[in-house]
């Protein structure tokens, strides 16, 4: 149980567009969803908390007009990285807790972002 | 604020042998949730062990077992009979119980090295 899906695993694209990261909870209803970023051989980094059917909570520092969430259903949140740059080149990590077990954050693969 | 501290930032271990990794916190509460998430080089988060705070027995899952010192602040993981796929990124997290969608607060990690 607590299995949480991300896609894409891997995108690139060019500077100046918008790319999407699916989060879903396969098998249990994910009451939040964090958001995280990687940076090589660091820790992670929250970015922003979600709650279904609420805005987001952002870090601070973290620019929510550049990072769009949205956590429309109890099993999926996206994030648009909007008008990407090469510095926003990093991975990206996803995590749900709900369902059973509340406190635990289950994780997904994580998404590598490449910005030409 | 919560701060978690990881003072290996790498570790090594032959293989069947016992290894422990360290963690202390500072926190000024007394409920609170910490747990061990592993991060292999496919670079998925996954839940190792948890510990409530509140729960004087260690948390043990299998051959991973913790040495919770509450007074001292101190979360330490013990990996017995090593094995080969236990080779990675190890992070250990701090959260908080006030309220159901608290965020965990991560150590810098320890790389664990498994030898022949």
């Known amino acids: 149980g607590a299995v949480v899906s991300q896609h894409p695993s891997w995108v690139i694209c060019k500077s100046g567009t918008s790319v999407k990261i699916e989060c879903r909870s396969l098998?249990?209803?994910?009451?939040?969803m964090f958001w995280y970023r990687q940076f090589p051989k660091q820790s992670l980094m929250l970015m922003a908390t979600?709650?279904?059917?609420?805005?987001?909570?952002?870090e601070q520092g973290v620019e929510k007009d550049k990072f769009l969430i949205n956590h429309a259903s109890l099993t999926l949140s996206t994030l648009t990285v909007t008008s990407a740059h090469p510095e926003d080149s990093s991975f990206y990590i996803c995590s749900a807790a709900g369902g059973w077990d509340q406190e635990t954050q289950y994780f997904g693969p994580g998404t590598r972002l490449l910005v030409l | 604020a919560q701060t978690v501290t990881q003072s290996q930032p790498e570790m090594s271990v032959q293989e069947a042998e016992t290894v422990t990794l360290s963690c202390t916190y500072d926190?000024?509460?007394?409920?609170?949730?910490l747990f061990w998430y592993k991060q292999p080089p496919s670079r998925q988060m996954i839940l190792v062990i948890r510990q409530e705070a509140y729960k004087q027995q260690n948390a043990t899952e299998n051959r991973f077992s913790v040495n919770f010192q509450k007074a001292a602040k101190s979360f330490s993981l013990k990996i017995s009979d090593s094995q080969l796929g236990d080779a990675a990124m190890y992070f250990c997290a701090y959260r908080t119980n006030t309220g159901t969608a608290s965020k965990l607060t991560f150590g810098t990690g320890t790389r664990l090295q498994v030898t022949l």
């Open positions: 098998d249990f209803q994910a009451t939040t």
């Open positions: 926190t000024s509460e007394s409920d609170y949730y």
């Open positions: 979600s709650n279904e059917g609420s805005k987001a909570t952002y």
